[in-house]
T-cell receptor, first 112, second 116 residues
Framework: GESVGLHLPTLSVQEGDNSIINCAYSNSASDYFIWYKQESGKGPQFIIDIRSNMDKRQGQRVTVLLNKTVKHLSLQIAATQPGDSAVYFCAENFGDTDKLIFGTGTRLQVFP | NAGVMQNPRHLVRRRGQEARLRCSPVKGHSHVYWYRQLPEEGLKFMVYLQKENIIDESGMPKERFSAEFPKEGPSILRIQQVVRGDSAAYFC??????????????FGQGTRLTVV
């Protein structure tokens, strides 16, 4: 029979509102974090990154916040637009490794 | 200025067949990473290769999966005797040097493997 897969958590926001996407990471030794955007049928696209010696970093319309005490990462998108609709993943990296550990993702839906 | 090129974009194989996925890195990049993504999940690291060397294969299944990055030509991810559970999107990323900052690794558009 057909297996039932996990469904991504979904955040629905109105165009023009701010969006906040949250992520809990797993490894307290992780010292580098990235947010990726993935549109349907495409590969991950880098949005913004942050090192563990920072707690906030801003880009164009996006801000990443890092709370190492509770191992929590958030992505804030200002004035959300329809083009922001996608699945967003956080990823962590630690030590001398080159591999990224991805979170499970959040689907952002923007409605008019 | 081509990015990471993966082909085919879609691949259908019957159970027991072999699947070969190709990844051409960004020109000048000598480091390649393969990730697997199941539906509705995040990407899972599989293997990291430099030209002619496997650096980290800690995410590769012990059997049926292999990867290479020859001196000339694309990186190949090979899956022998495919099973339905191998159905997934396989992504490749490349970087110029060891990705001190992983954001320097660019992802391709992926190969979607369907095993029937």
């Amino acid at each position: 029979g057909e297996s039932v897969g996990l469904h991504l958590p979904t955040l629905s926001v109105q165009e023009g509102d701010n969006s906040i996407i949250n992520c809990a990471y797993s490894n307290s030794a992780s010292d580098y974090f990235i947010w990726y955007k993935q549109e349907s049928g495409k590969g991950p696209q880098f949005i913004i990154d942050i090192r563990s010696n920072m707690d906030k970093r801003q880009g164009q319309r996006v801000t990443v916040l890092l709370n190492k005490t509770v191992k929590h990462l958030s992505l804030q998108i200002a004035a959300t637009q329809p083009g922001d609709s996608a699945v967003y993943f956080c990823a962590e990296n630690f030590g001398d490794t080159d591999k990224l550990i991805f979170g499970t993702g959040t689907r952002l839906q923007v409605f008019p | 200025n081509a990015g990471v090129m993966q082909n085919p974009r879609h691949l259908v194989r019957r159970r027991g067949q072999e699947a070969r996925l190709r990844c051409s890195p960004v020109k000048g990049h000598s480091h390649v990473y393969w990730y697997r993504q199941l539906p509705e999940e995040g990407l899972k690291f599989m293997v990291y290769l430099q030209k002619e060397n496997i650096i980290d294969e800690s995410g590769m299944p012990k059997e049926r999966f292999s990867a290479e990055f020859p001196k000339e030509g694309p990186s190949i991810l090979r899956i022998q005797q495919v099973v339905r559970g191998d159905s997934a999107a396989y992504f490749c990323a490349s970087s110029f040097d060891r990705a001190v900052l992983p954001n320097e690794a660019f992802f391709g558009q992926g190969t979607r493997l369907t095993v029937v």
